[in-house]
């Protein structure tokens, strides 16, 4: 295949971003526009729905379609556009709380009907656009702007989520790494189905900028011998290492 001519600026607008100075977001939005320059995407063949919150806002800041929804509410949207116009390429996002908190049910559905679209979850564990309450996957204990005593209940797993309700394709990324979220995206949007990007990502505001420094520490590559086509290892990779960055499954017979 010919190497695409587009460049990743031909995909955004003049909207300068509201994002505090060091937001994830700003790198997310980036890789996506790499993302589409790689695959040489016609703009207008290109729609992005996300719910609500602040990492929410990135469609808005793209030369594509895009929806900015309801808070929770990407992933019927997303299918029903895939259906109704099959030739676009679907983009479903959204934040923790969007996904794993109000936009849970969602997701099982979404994943059985298999739609041929990406859902990347931009997950800085907090509550970002409401001031920084605990979100879904908030950590034991992390305290933050609007939990002080930390929180109580432990966090919801997101990939180990989305593998055992049946998603052929599954990849964890970080916001710190473009290059990374830019492969994991293009072979996302690649894959002929259901595809799920977990982005660990970071809200300077309210997690403070050393959680940043703290995630870099922690993430590492998948481990080589990983076989992303074995699904039970998939399994105990998703149960054993929230940090591993990499394609985790993808289902054979895609
Ligand atoms: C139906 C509904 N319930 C609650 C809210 C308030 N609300 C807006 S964004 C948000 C959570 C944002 O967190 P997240 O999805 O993780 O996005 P982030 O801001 O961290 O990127 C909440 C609870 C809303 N807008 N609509
Ligand atoms: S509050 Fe947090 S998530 Fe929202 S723009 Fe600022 S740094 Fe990003
Ligand atoms: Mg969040």
């Not at 997701?107 to 931009?122: E, G, K, Q, S, W």
């Not at 990502?201 to 995630?215: D, F, I, M, N």
Request: net charge neutral.
């Amino acid at each position: 295949m010919e190497p695409s001519q587009r460049r990743p600026i031909e995909y955004r607008n003049d909207l300068h971003p509201v994002w505090c100075t060091g937001c994830g977001d700003f790198a997310v939005l980036k890789s996506f526009t790499r993302a589409f320059a790689q695959l040489g995407l016609q703009n207008e063949r290109i729609a992005i729905i996300s719910g609500i919150g602040c990492s929410s806002r990135l469609p808005g800041y793209c030369a594509t379609y895009g929806l900015n929804s309801v808070h929770g509410r990407p992933l019927p949207i997303a299918t029903g556009l895939k259906i109704a116009r099959p030739e676009l390429t679907v983009i479903a996002c959204a934040g923790d709380g969007d996904a794993f908190a109000i936009g849970t049910g969602h997701i099982p559905h979404a994943i059985r009907r298999n739609p041929d679209l990406t859902y990347f979850v931009m997950d800085n564990a907090v509550y970002g656009l409401t001031k920084g309450q605990a979100s879904p996957t908030s950590a034991r204990e992390q305290k933050a702007a609007r939990h002080q005593l930390g929180e109580m209940d432990p966090p919801i797993n997101p990939v180990l989520f989305v593998l055992a309700n049946g998603a052929g394709f599954v990849a964890r990324t970080q916001a710190g790494d473009m290059k990374h979220m830019t492969d994991m995206l293009v072979r996302a949007i690649n894959y002929p189905g259901f595809a799920f990007v977990h982005c660990l990502s970071v809200c300077v505001t309210y997690q403070g900028r050393s959680y940043q420094e703290a995630l870099d520490g922690r993430v590492h590559p998948i481990m080589a011998e990983h076989d992303p086509r074995d699904e039970d290892a998939a399994y105990r990779l998703a149960r054993t290492d929230p940090y591993a960055l990499g394609v985790i499954y993808e289902r054979a017979d895609s």
